[in-house]
């Protein structure tokens, strides 16, 4: 009693592990308005591959704009 067993550490992080993401995107400064929406809607179907390609998108998109001004 009162500790967690193996399967109930397996059911947590295959309910939290896709979610990480999602949050990460939802908080993230690299973008605003309708393109964190469609970001999010990409990570909702393709978890960590979507939040990955979010990364590296918004980092190309700073350094243009960066590069622009």
């Given at each position: 009693?009162?500790?967690?067993?193996?399967?109930?550490?397996?059911?947590?992080?295959?309910?939290?592990?896709?979610?990480?993401?999602?949050?990460?995107?939802?908080?993230?400064?690299?973008?605003?308005?309708?393109?964190?929406?469609?970001?999010?809607?990409?990570?909702?179907?393709?978890?960590?591959?979507?939040?990955a390609?979010?990364?590296?998108?918004?980092?190309?998109?700073n350094?243009?704009?960066?590069?622009?001004?």
């Amino acid at each position: 009693m009162g500790s967690i067993g193996i399967w109930q550490l397996l059911i947590l992080l295959i309910v939290v592990f896709p979610v990480i993401p999602l949050l990460l995107t939802a908080f993230s400064k690299r973008t605003s308005g309708a393109q964190k929406v469609g970001w999010i809607i990409l990570i909702v179907f393709t978890s960590w591959i979507g939040y990955a390609i979010f990364l590296i998108v918004s980092s190309f998109m700073n350094t243009q704009s960066q590069q622009q001004t």
